[in-house]
Structure formats: structure tokens, C-alpha cells
């Protein structure tokens, strides 16, 4: 029999109400519980004061089965959280010697004396079931009570994560019966989300009742979330696969991926299946291909190097740009990427060369040449190709956007298809 | 008389509570009004039901006088806040007609038809006082109630900052007898939280009980905010530029700049001052120093160029490194990063060159040079100065702390005094 099971979440710290720090714990909660079946019905940050914990507990407990607190369990703060679920639950305080055990090597490890205050993080309220953080000084807790479990985790996220990867979430999934559910990622660029919905609408609207889409659009293009819930009958994997298969059939050109991976990791898979070298031609981009594509492990494999020509002088003495294409059509044109692309391949003796050239804004537009106004180029042995961008944005967006279609350009005219 | 006026912050959204979007006008918003001396009590996310919304404010009433929300009032969600407002507050719709010539004129600037669902976003419940969005087709709505003030703004983060900048924040300073309150910000880097604190401590300790610091780390080093309310007796924008004061002759060295000021931004400005032009050889950061250094407006002033120098090949041949010290120190060492500085800057015809080379990981480290280990070398016409940097972190930061290093390396070592 499958459990409809519900959750909140509740932040602990002054520094999220007054803005010093972005709650990014609980949309990684959220979304992370959202995967094993169980939906989270309220997010709450509160003061570091113990009556606000007690009356947020009192009122989660109204609502949801599953309540996750993180923060308030660091030394400075004198173990607030820890010493309010002690007396909320009335219990006391009693050592923990695997906790004792995981602070005393982490001291040890950079060398630190050990305070009495950092001893003191390995008592724990006797009633709970310690959660050992392999990765920091905080224990977390987990308390059953009558149908309730509360849960509570140190603030900092990759100590939160590290508990509710290996420990909170496989709880959960073995003390609840959750359905059995299924996610599959598909990564697009390319295509406004609106647009992106359009086209795909008939598709979407005969999905399986038990298969649902989100969409997720970052800079980077819209990245597509299909959930299943196992319906009784079907095999969910088969079921899934097979409508990610029409999608696929559907917007082949604007699929640049399947699961988490950004389009820079594709265009490196993609260089890499057939044996490319790339190097990089950038004006108004200043660095950020370059950047972009050394962000992947193992990108020396195929990236060799670039260019940075933001001057026209560097376009000239080291691209090899002809001083009367420049006086002719100016920087910012198809002529002048096109031999900046071509420029870098030959000097860095690679197969591909990719350039850009712009007005970022806001200073330096024209009437013929708006801020916005973008030219990047594509070039291997067979052909060079130069597209024009007109972006209406900020600075930094308009200098990202371009990054992102000088790579996504990249993966368009590569050759191919080649086995990946 | 001042008041003690605390806040409570509702976002509503299924995709909040999902993990889809990261609730960031939360903290904009805290921040915000903590500026004008304004506490936030709680922040609380909701799903997208009338049921939450008027449970969520019933609760809210209870603890703080004024409650913004923010969300469901899009018109694809039916203005579902807008409908369940109008029903708590026992009024009914109207047509405002300032909102009404609003989204015809949006709707004309992007030459689309107007449909009925916008001309319907203008309709407002009776009661309330229309906030008229300038940016976007949902107004906002405020709401006075016994001593309570309750508004609903559009999710969309730039639409409701324009909202609480224009409207919301000025009318809450004319509405309650505010504390007068005051910001500096004092933004450093080289000193990580822990050490800052017990750097300055002697002076925290004795400062005016009516001023506070908040330290607030990120990526490129701790931002420190002072905040000041008035005491009734000092002038307080003397008081705090007292103790700036003081501040800046405890920490000069660490002190990069005031106010809201990226590095980027002050080593544009040093290089403005002096008239330099600088150029960039780049091997593990691939692009990103040329990259943060013209994301600056203007930065075509004095950013020439540079070299991506990934491959080795590209190091001799492009920045003239010599193959036999290659060979006998090897690309990460102090030896190569100056003759990087040294190569680019004379090849760019630049004031000063920076330049790096490490191993940024996963792979590729060795006993001798573990991942992590990276050289910076600054250079002008008289000096050469290189520095070995050791970090312990994944790829992305470890490149992301170089070039922050490598941008702190320039500010330290250019020649100075000047005139700024």
C-alpha cells in the first residue's frame, strides 16, 4: 500500500531574514524529496530563537509527516537548535562516542587543539538516533514521534547533502512505503521556454496520465524534467524512454544532452569522439569560451588555447586580420570573426577555431551597430561559418549568451555524425 | 516616537517548494528593509493554494505588522493571490483603469494582440491600494488592515524590486516612525572569516552599542557591514565614518574597497588612475582572469589582451617560455609564470602582464605537485613578482580562487601612491 507522505522544511538563522544569505538548502531539499515521491508543502525560515523553533515545530507537525530542519547546530551558536529539541522533547543530553570519535579526527587532521565547546557537539539528546557528519564538527538528529519523524541537519549545504544522501533520504524511503518514482532530464538550447512549449504541446498533452514535464530554463537554454509515478501496470523505465524518444524525434536540433550535463561537456564529448583540437578567437567574450571549455575535466585533451584580441591591434598582429577587412566592415562584423576563427585555427595549429567579436554594452553602440550587436564564427578544415546575435540584455548577460551560442554553434557544425 | 516595526515575507509557488527556482527575493527583501530598520520575523514559502495563502496570513497577522508577498499573480496562475486576497479581505474586483492603460501599452511596445486574461490582470480588489508595475502586466496590491500593512507584488524578481524600490519601501518609511539607520561596507580579501574577526575583534568589541558589523563571506573574500541606528545624541554618519576610519588603518592591507565594488572594478580603477594598460597570459584559469576583467564597462581602457596559453606549445611559442626551463622546472613553477608575465606583456606592448599556471584537477597532480598547486606571476616594467598558491578545493573553485588571487596579486604589487 503506497503513503501519500508530505514534508516541510524549516531554516534555521538571522542571516536568512535579513538577507546575508540565500536559503539554497531547501530548494535542494525540495527537489531532492521530490525524487523518492514525498512533497513538501511548506519551506519556513525562522529566528535563531528557541521559541520560534518550538512554534514552528508545533505547526509543521499540523501539516506534514516529514519535517527537516537544518541550521543553529554550529559551536558558536552554542548548539541552539540541539539544546531547544532536548527540552521539546524531553530528554537530556547523553554522549554519542562515534561523534566524539569523528570530531577528535577532524581536529586532528588540520592539526587543531580541541576545544571543550567542539567536545561538547557530541552530546546528543538521548531519544534521538545520532546522524553522523563525516564532513564537519555538527551531528545531525533524527527523532520519531508517534507518526512524525524530525529531522535536523547543520546549515552548511555540503554537510546538509552529504547527511541526506547517505543517510535521511535512504531512511525515508525505508520507513515510508513511497511510490516508485522516475526522473528523466533532458537538456535543450535554443528555444524559449514559451516557444519550446508550443512546439511540443501535442506531444505533452497525450503524455501518460502518470508522466508529468517540467520546465526548467536557466541561461543556458530550458532543461526539460519528465517525472513518472509507477502507475500498477506498465514498466516505468520502458514507459519513460519511450516518450523521451518521441520528444528526441521531435526537437532533435535543439537536444543537446540527456541527464546533468552542460553543453560544454557536450561539445568536449563531441570534440573528443572525433579527435578535434579547438582553439578560442575572443573579443567581446574577453576569456569566457575559454573559460567555459576549460571548466571540464580533461579538457586539455582537446583545447590547445586562444586568443584574447580585445584591441583591434591583437586582432591584427596575432589573428592575422587584415587591417583594411577591419577599416572596411569594422570589428564587429562577419568578415572580421571569420578571420579571427580561421586566424587562431592555423596559429594554434588546431582543427577548430571558434571567435566572437561585439558590442557587450552599454558604452560603444552605433546606430548601425546597437549594443547587442554580436558576430561569432565557426571554423574547421572544410568550412568557416559566421552568425550574427543581437542581444538586448545586461553587459553580463549579453557576454554569457554569446559564450553559450558560440559553443552551441560549435556542436551544430562539427561534422558528423561520428559514434559517441 | 520610534517604532519597533517587524515583517513577515510569504513567497507563493508550487516551484519554490519543489526545488524548480531558488527563492532569492527573500533575501533581497530582508536585506532591504533591514536598511530601513525593519526586522523580518519569518519567511514562509507556499504553495499555490487559497487555503495556504489564508492560512499562512492568518498566521503571519499574529507575529509581525507588515507582510509582503510575492508570487501568484501571474496571469497563466489566474491570479490565484489576487482572487483569495479579494475574498479575505470581503471586497470585490474593479477595473483600475491606470493598471488597464499599463498593459495596453506593454502589450503595443512588443506589438502583440491584448487578450483577455491581461485586461483582466487589471481588475483589483476595491479595498486596496493599486501598485502600478511599470515593468511587467501584474500590479500590486496594498492592503491596510487595523495596524497591519499587507502587499502582494508579481514573483518575478525585477518586477517586484522595482515595485518595493518605487512604492513599497518609501511608503512603509512615511507610514511608521522608522529608527534612523545607516550602511557602510567595507569589502576585503586575503583574510578568511576566523582570522578577520580575531584581526579586529579589540575594535568590534568597542564599538558604539548603536552600531552593529555583519561579516558576510563570499567567493572573492568577506564583505563587512556596518550598520548604525541612531542613538538620539551623534550624528551618525559621523560616528560611522569614525570607525571606517579606524577600521581602514587596523586592515589597510586587506581593505580592496567601499560600498558595493567588485575587484575587478578596483584593479580597473588602479590601472585608470595610473594610466596602465595590462594584458593576460592565462594557463589554468583558461580565460577567466580576461574574463572577470572585461565584464568591467569600460575595461577597453586599459585590457589589451591576451594569451591562453593551455598547451605548453602555445606557452613557447606564443609567450616565448624557454623549452629547457620547461623542461627542468615544468609548467607549473615560478620560473614559467614569470616568463608568461614577462612574454605577453611584451607582446601585447603593455604596462603590466599576469599570468598563471597550475593544476586545477581532478587529474594530473603528482607527489611533488599535488592538484591544487598554481602559480601567479605579476609583471611591469620594474619588477616581476611570482607566488605560489596551494588550494585543496574542486576544479571550478580552485580556478575561480587563482584568478581572484592573481586580480589581488595586481592591486598589491602595482606601483603607487596615486591619486584615485
Given at each position: 500500500?503506497?503513503?501519500?507522505v ?52 508545533d ?42 570519535d ?19 557537539q ?65 537538456q ?18 497525450n ?27 506498465d ?89 583594411d ?63 550574427k ?32
Amino acid at each position: 500500500m503506497k503513503q501519500e507522505v508530505s514534508a516541510e522544511i524549516i531554516t534555521i538563522g538571522d542571516e536568512l531574514l535579513y538577507g546575508q544569505v540565500v536559503d539554497t538548502n531547501s530548494a535542494w531539499m525540495g527537489e531532492e524529496l521530490g525524487k523518492i515521491g514525498i512533497k513538501v508543502k511548506q519551506i519556513t525560515s525562522i529566528s535563531d530563537s528557541p521559541d520560534a523553533i518550538e512554534e514552528a515545530l508545533d505547526i509543521a507537525k499540523t501539516r506534514a509527516q516529514v519535517i527537516l530542519m537544518t541550521g543553529g547546530l554550529g559551536p558558536t551558536k552554542d548548539d541552539l537548535t540541539k539544546h531547544t529539541l532536548t527540552k521539546y522533547f524531553k530528554t537530556h543530553l547523553q554522549l554519542h562516542q562515534p561523534s566524539l570519535d569523528n570530531v577528535v579526527a577532524i581536529f586532528k587532521k588540520y592539526n587543531r587543539p580541541l576545544t571543550v565547546t567542539n567536545q561538547q557537539q557530541a552530546y546528543l539528546p538521548a531519544t534521538c538516533t545520532p546522524i553522523l557528519n563525516t564532513l564537519g564538527t555538527a551531528p545531525g538528529m533524527l527523532f520519531e514521534e508517534n507518526e512524525h519523524i524530525i529531522v535536523s541537519m547543520p546549515g552548511v549545504p555540503f554537510e546538509m547533502k552529504g547527511m541526506m544522501t547517505n543517510d535521511i533520504l535512504p531512511y525515508l524511503q525505508a520507513h515510508f512505503q513511497l511510490p516508485e518514482i522516475n526522473h528523466k532530464v533532458i537538456q535543450t538550447i535554443g528555444l524559449g521556454e514559451s516557444f519550446l512549449a508550443d512546439t511540443i504541446s501535442d506531444w505533452e498533452d497525450n503524455l501518460p496520465t502518470n508522466l508529468k514535464l517540467a520546465y526548467l530554463p536557466n541561461l543556458s537554454g530550458v532543461r526539460l524534467r519528465l517525472t513518472g509515478v509507477y502507475n500498477g501496470i506498465d514498466d516505468l523505465e520502458d514507459q519513460m524512454m519511450r516518450e523521451v524518444g518521441k520528444l528526441s524525434d521531435l526537437i532533435p536540433e535543439y537536444i543537446f544532452g540527456y541527464g546533468e550535463i552542460s553543453l560544454e561537456e557536450t561539445v568536449g564529448m563531441l570534440l573528443n569522439g572525433r579527435n578535434y583540437t579547438i582553439s578560442t578567437a575572443e573579443s567581446c567574450t574577453g576569456g569566457l569560451i575559454g573559460h567555459k571549455l576549460t571548466s571540464v575535466p580533461g579538457s586539455s585533451m582537446y583545447y590547445k588555447g586562444g586568443i584574447i584580441a580585445y584591441d583591434n591591434y591583437v586582432k591584427i598582429n596575432e589573428l592575422g586580420v587584415e587591417q583594411d577587412i577591419l577599416d572596411k566592415y569594422g570589428a564587429v562584423s562577419g568578415e572580421v570573426v571569420r578571420q579571427m576563427a580561421e586566424g587562431v585555427r592555423r596559429k594554434m595549429g588546431t582543427d577548430v577555431g571558434i571567435a566572437t567579436s561585439g558590442i557587450a554594452g552599454p558604452g560603444g553602440g552605433t546606430p548601425d551597430k546597437p549594443v547587442g550587436t554580436i558576430w561569432i564564427a565557426y571554423s574547421d578544415a572544410t568550412q568557416t561559418i559566421a552568425k550574427k546575435l543581437n542581444y538586448n540584455k545586461s553587459r553580463l548577460l549579453n557576454i554569457e549568451y554569446t559564450a553559450l551560442q558560440a559553443l552551441n554553434l560549435i556542436r551544430q557544425s562539427l561534422p558528423g555524425p561520428v559514434e559517441e
